[in-house]
Nanobody, 122 residues
Framework: VQLQASGGGLVQAGGSLRLSCAAS????????MAWFRQAPGKERESVAS????????KYADSVKGRFTISRDNAKEMVHLQMVSLKPEDTAVYYC????????????????WGQGTQVTVSS
């Protein structure tokens, strides 16, 4: 699976962004999908994940209630809607695909997009 992330940018605190990740490959629906982020000097962290069917989503505590992950298996896309953005959300965001829904760490994901920069100004 090849992944291409887009939608990042510069936004003021309180603003919104929608990240998208386009996947290529005929087996998209057999992969759990996730968004991770990495801020300068920090480790990569999981932001949100969604099951293969799209019915189950999980979020990091830091983004619950503000971020929504969704997927469209027919279009082979996964999105991350981000609202009420905070300066601490500033990071490079990566989409990732993995074969197991019950595994949450970065090591569970086999395929990664190139990352898209999100910068939130105060």
């Amino acid at each position: 699976v090849q992944l291409q992330a887009s939608g990042g940018g510069l936004v003021q605190a309180g603003g919104s962004l929608r990240l998208s990740c386009a996947a290529s490959g005929r087996t998209f629906s057999t992969y759990a999908m996730a968004w991770f982020r990495q801020a300068p000097g920090k480790e990569r962290e999981s932001v949100a994940s969604v099951s293969m069917s799209g019915r189950v989503a999980k979020y990091a505590d830091s983004v619950k209630g503000r971020f929504t992950i969704s997927r469209d298996n027919a279009k082979e896309m996964v999105h991350l809607q981000m609202v009420s953005l905070k300066p601490e959300d500033t990071a490079v965001y990566y989409c990732a695909a993995g074969p197991t829904e019950e595994c949450s760490g970065s090591g569970c994901y086999w395929f990664w997009g190139q990352g898209t920069q999100v910068t939130v100004s105060s």
